[in-house]
C-alpha cells in the first residue's frame, strides 16, 4: 500500500508539477506542443490541397474519358455502317459477276451458233 501510495504521489506531483522548475517546464511543454500541432495542422493543410488536386484531375481525367468513350461509340456505330454497305456492295458484286459470266456464256452460246448456221449455209450452198 505505502509504495502505491508513494508512487501515487510521485505521479500526481508530476502531473500537477509540484516542484519548482513545474510552471518553465509547463511552458516549454505547452510551446513544444504548440508547435507540434503547428506542423500538424501544415501537413493536414498540404495533404488537403494534395487531395483536392488529386480529385481535380480525376475528374478531368474522367470528363476525357468519357469524351473518349462518346468517340469510341460514334466510331463503332460508323464502322457496323460501313460493315453493313461492304455486305450490300458484296452482293452486288456478287451479282453483276454472275450476270457477266451469264453474258458472255450467251455470247460463247450465239457465237457457236452463228457459226454453225454458217458452215450450214456453206455447206448446203456448196452442195
Known sequence: KRSRIAYSDEVRNELLGDDGNSSENQRAHLLDNTERLERSSRRLEAGYQIAVETEQIGQEMLENLSHDREKIQRARERLREADANLGK????????LRRIIQNRILIVV??????????M???????
Open 89 to 96: 456492295s458484296s452482293r452486288i458484286l456478287t451479282g453483276m
Open 110 to 119: 450465239l457465237a457457236v451458233i452463228i457459226i454453225f448456221t454458217t458452215m
Open 121 to 127: 449455209a456453206i455447206y448446203f450452198s456448196v452442195r
